[in-house]
Each structure stands twice: as structure tokens, then as C-alpha cells.
């Protein structure tokens, strides 16, 4: 009987954490602009209630529970809440809401800074934020450093020393690399209006596996993933009416992350049973459709198909290997997210090594224009033209999403391990993708990673899915096969 009453204490908080993510993603798509400062306010309150659940009433729940006689699942998702309310116990009321009216704040001037580049509209709620961040992390605790206690939040364990090492190894095997030939041809260069972009992405995610019962795609400043709940996952995407790629790999980085939130257990919905393991986990999906499949000839192929049958009047004759070459054309570029496979990293350990910077009280906020532009010159031998094409290109500082950008990279080299390990239990893998023949491979994920929940940490879920333990070298191996500098 206790445990269906946590059960059902559980599901009643994944509902109101349900009701949060929708206000949130209509702030980022519909909201009214003068709507902002009572949203704020709304995010707040929920805040307040979801944070008694997690803490006050949930002792009293887990108080009548007696870990030592469960079993299965049951013992895992138990072991799990327990970790989680003492995280959560930590945390006042009051600073749960201040975070949250204030994420909702900034990230309301962080797009009108973006647009109008303008740092100074947006710093003030920046360096506001990165106060309270700190202060999170001095609440959580820490053994080096408080940047630490922020990653723990997306990588379970994860310290700053050792992403530091592998992403410095990376950097050091990659540094400044580019394809040598110069691109004669980019397929993906040509005028469509923004609807009929929308349209075809929105056919296309569908041929992927896209659910469109239970989601929708929209548009927005930055592209993102909103998990409403089990049945209502949202995805968002942008355009550039002159590159159609600018948005359909936006779009299939997205839709990856939804076929993962699509893919979870239906049933203890609230628990860890039926949550996603972490963010390296869920990066890990959205990076491997986006480039281990998405990037390779085979899909290529497919896309070709795609591009002809559903905007038959733009593209008439397509060469695969044009486009595959263009997709994994490696050269420095101002922005992340269009970044290719080699030189994203780079741009993830300028990130990195500022926000770190920035929560342990290295820098000040005032630096960060001029220090990203600086990094920016150093890893990547470019000059950043505008802070928009620069420091607020991305949407995750403006949501408070400090010790985020490191799993973009960690999920890449465990995306790549999966690519690997599934071309080799599938002798005909390139001949299934090539014919949009992707359903061997929901099966696998469904089996192997989207079931486990978040009941098995980041590396047990890699090693029981690939039989091998979380290596950097397959990732390395991963590129080697496909790319010549």
C-alpha cells in the first residue's frame, strides 16, 4: 500500500511538472510579448507547489516505505526517489521559485538582446542568474569546485577534471582540421519559402517515426524539445527561407530527442521507470539521428528520394554523394548547431570553459562578449562578426542550464558507440536506411535504451545496450571511417 501511495504521489507531481513544461513552451512559441512578466509569476507558483511535492510531502511518503524489502523494479525506482529528495531537500522553497520567475525573465531578454544584438540588454539577468546558480551549488555541495554540483545534474557523477580531459583530447586530435577540397556545390542553397520548408520537415520527421498523434513541431528563436508529457512531445524548429539544411537538421536533432521521450515506458508514468536516464543519454539520440544517420551516405540517399518526391518543383536531380560530402564538410562556422561533427566539440569546450569559468568566480559577466570572441578566434580560427553570431546564440544560459553543454559532446561519442555496435549486429543496416527502412532500429533503442528508464546510470545503460563499456575511440573510429581531412 506504500508504495502505490508513492506511486501515486509521483504521478500527481509529473502532471503539474507537465502543466510547467507547457506554459514554457508557449512562452517560446505563442506566448503575447507583454505576457511575460505574469508568466514569470506563473512558473513561480508552480514552482513553490512542485517543490513541496518533492520534498515535504514526499518524506512522508518515503517515510512508510522500507527499501529492504523490495525487489526488481520496484527497488530501483525507490533507490532512486530516495536520491532524489535529499537532492531536492536541499534546495529552499523560496530559491526554487526566485530561479524559476527569474529563467523565465531572462530568457524573455535573451531573445530580444539575440535579435537586436545587445549583450547589455540580456547581462544584467545573466549575472543574476549565475548568482543564484552559485548559490544552487553551495546549497547542493561540492568536493573541488561548484561548477561540479551543476553537471551532477545532467551527467550523474560527472566531475569538471574529467570532462576536461576528454574534451581536451579531443581538441588536441582535431584542432583546426578541415576538409581540404573546397565545396563546388551546396544542393541545400536555394530559395523555399518557410511554409513549404515546414511542410516537407513535418513529412519527413513522419517517414522517421515521428508521431504526429502525439506531438507537433513549431517554430522558435532557439530549436528545442518540450516533453509535455508521455503522450504530448513537442519539438521546435527555425528557417532560413536561402538553406534548407539550416532547418532540417535542426529539425531531425529534435525530432530525436521526441523519438526518445515517444519511446519511454507508459506505465509508473512519474517514476524513474518511465524517464528519461540523463542528458548525455538523451543528447545520444538527437546527436544519432541527426549525424550517424543523418550524415551518412545511406541516408543520403534516402534524403535525395525525399527532397524530389516532396518538393518535386526545387529539386529535380540529385547526387547522393554531393549531398554527403556537403553534410560532412569540415570547416570552422560562427554557430553550433550547424556546426559539423569534428569542429561542434571545439564549440562545445569554449562553452565549457566559460560557464565554468563563470560559476566559480573566474570572470564576470561583462567578459563574456570579448572572451567568446576570443576562444572563438583560438579553437577555431575565425572572427565572430556580432554577439548574436556569438555569446547569445544559445538559449541555455538564459534558462539557467549551467553544466548542460558537455553532454552534447559525451552524448555524441556514446551515440557514435551505438552506431558502430548496430551496423555490426545488421549486415543490410545501410540497404534499410537507404529504402527509409528504420523501424530495426526504433526496436533496438525501444529495447535497449528507452526502456531502462532512469533506473541504470548513464554507462550501465551504453555498456548493457553495446556490451562494452563508454570508449572515446569509437568515436574517433566513428569519423576516421568517413572523413578525410
Known amino acids: 500500500m506504500s508504495l502505490q501511495k508513492l506511486y501515486y504521489h509521483l504521478e500527481n507531481t509529473y502532471h503539474l511538472h507537465s502543466i510547467s513544461s507547457l506554459l514554457s513552451w508557449d512562452q517560446e512559441t505563442y506566448m503575447p510579448e507583454k505576457a511575460y512578466e505574469e508568466r514569470s509569476k506563473q512558473m513561480g507558483i508552480l514552482a513553490g507547489i512542485i517543490h513541496q511535492k518533492k520534498t515535504t510531502e514526499l518524506r512522508e511518503v518515503l517515510n512508510d516505505i522500507d527499501l529492504s524489502v523490495l525487489k526488481g523494479n520496484d527497488f530501483l525506482i525507490v533507490k532512486r526517489i530516495q536520491q532524489d529528495f535529499e537532492k531536492w531537500s536541499k534546495i529552499p522553497e523560496k530559491f526554487a521559485v526566485q530561479l524559476s520567475e527569474l529563467t523565465s525573465q531572462a530568457q524573455f531578454y535573451w531573445d530580444k538582446a539575440k535579435k537586436n544584438n545587445d549583450f547589455d540588454l540580456f547581462s544584467p539577468y545573466l549575472e543574476k542568474l549565475i548568482n543564484l546558480k552559485i548559490q544552487e551549488a553551495n546549497y547542493l555541495g561540492y568536493e573541488d569546485c561548484p561548477y561540479d554540483a551543476l553537471l551532477d545534474d545532467y551527467e550523474k557523477g560527472l566531475k569538471s577534471k574529467d570532462f576536461e580531459n576528454i574534451i581536451q583530447s579531443f581538441v588536441k586530435e582535431f584542432y583546426q582540421k578541415k576538409s581540404k577540397n573546397p565545396l563546388k556545390n551546396n544542393p541545400f542553397f536555394i530559395n523555399i519559402p518557410a511554409l513549404e520548408q515546414i511542410e516537407f520537415a513535418n513529412r519527413f520527421i513522419k517517414d522517421l517515426g515521428f508521431d504526429f498523434t502525439r506531438g507537433r513541431q513549431d517554430l522558435s528563436s532557439h530549436p528545442f524539445s518540450n516533453a509535455i508529457s508521455i503522450h504530448d512531445v513537442r519539438i521546435t524548429t527555425r528557417v532560413k527561407e536561402n538553406d534548407l539544411q539550416y532547418m532540417l537538421y535542426s529539425t ?234
Open 252 to 485: 531531425i536533432h529534435e525530432t530525436g530527442h521526441a523519438l526518445y521521450e515517444l519511446g519511454l515506458n507508459t506505465e509508473l508514468i512519474g517514476t524513474p521507470y518511465s524517464e528519461t536516464c540523463s542528458l548525455t543519454i538523451h543528447e545520444s539520440q538527437s546527436r544519432f539521428w541527426e549525424n550517424n544517420i543523418g550524415r551518412s551516405l545511406a541516408f543520403c540517399k534516402f534524403l535525395a528520394q525525399k527532397l524530389k518526391e516532396y518538393l518535386p518543383k526545387y529539386f529535380h536531380e540529385l547526387n547522393p554523394d554531393e549531398i554527403f560530402l556537403v553534410l560532412n564538410y569540415v570547416q570552422p562556422s560562427f554557430i553550433r548547431t550547424e556546426a559539423d561533427e569534428v569542429t561542434y566539440h571545439l564549440h562545445i569546450a569554449i562553452r565549457f570553459e566559460l560557464e565554468k569559468a563563470l560559476i566559480n568566480q573566474e570572470i564576470k559577466v561583462n567578459d563574456l562578449p570579448h572572451l567568446w570572441n576570443e576562444k572563438v578566434h583560438d579553437y577555431l580560427g575565425i572572427t565572430i562578426p556580432s554577439d548574436s553570431l556569438g555569446v547569445l546564440q544559445d538559449v541555455h544560459w538564459s534558462a539557467g542550464l549551467f553544466g548542460y553543454f558537455p553532454t552534447y559532446s559525451l552524448g555524441s561519442f556514446y551515440a557514435a558507440q551505438m552506431y558502430l555496435h548496430l551496423k555490426s549486429l545488421f549486415p543490410n543496416f545501410d540497404s534499410e536506411i537507404e529504402n527509409g527502412n528504420f523501424e530495426f532500429i526504433h526496436q533496438w533503442l525501444k529495447k535497449n535504451i528507452y526502456s531502462k528508464g532512469r533506473l541504470y546510470n548513464s554507462n550501465e545503460i551504453l555498456e548493457q545496450a553495446t556490451g562494452k563499456p563508454y570508449n572515446t575511440n569509437a568515436f574517433k573510429q566513428y569519423i576516421d571511417s568517413k572523413i578525410v581531412f
